[in-house]
């Protein structure tokens, strides 16, 4: 239900009108979250982010009947790899530092829910070789990178649909 750009606090946000309408369904059978980017782009309190995304993590489990085996976390991109960061002459060190502190954060929260975490982390930060891993906005992972994500997801998240 996420949509590009969004913040945990405009997920929490459409996710609270999405109940309202009743247009979210009462059971996925798996449920995944990613989040985080577009706070520590934002310079979002890091404790915020922290309670934010620990909500979503509770309601990703809710979503998924109350089973955290069927949920999983991928962590947070790398975009300081990427055109658009050295375009915006971005402190591209900062970033990564920022992302991995965020990382540690979801991480951190995921096991303490015992809910299955992807790092992804690594895969994005090849763009800065790979330029084949970021789409033509210079931004965005490619559909190469995707499926590098997938490749490392797939055989985990296939048991967790088969249990």
Request: net charge positive; aromatic share 10%.
């Amino acid at each position: 239900m996420a949509k590009t750009g969004w913040t945990c606090e405009e997920l929490l946000t459409a996710i609270r009108l999405a109940e309202q309408r009743k247009d979210l369904k009462q059971k996925y059978d798996i449920v995944s979250l990613l989040i985080g980017v577009n706070d520590q782009y934002d310079g979002e309190d890091s404790t915020k982010y922290e309670q934010r995304f620990e909500k979503l993590l509770q309601k990703a489990i809710s979503l998924a009947a109350k089973d955290a085996s069927k949920v999983f976390v991928i962590s947070i991109p790398d975009y300081g790899m990427t055109d658009f960061a050295k375009s915006k002459n971005l402190d591209t060190q900062k970033i990564a530092s920022e992302i991995d502190y965020y990382n540690r954060i979801n991480k951190q929260i995921s096991l303490k829910y015992k809910v299955k975490y992807f790092d992804i982390t690594p895969i994005s930060r090849k763009a800065a070789q790979d330029k084949t891993l970021i789409a033509s906005d210079g931004l965005h992972p490619s559909g190469q990178m995707y499926k590098e994500w997938v490749d490392l997801m797939a055989k985990d998240v296939m048991k967790m649909l088969n249990k």
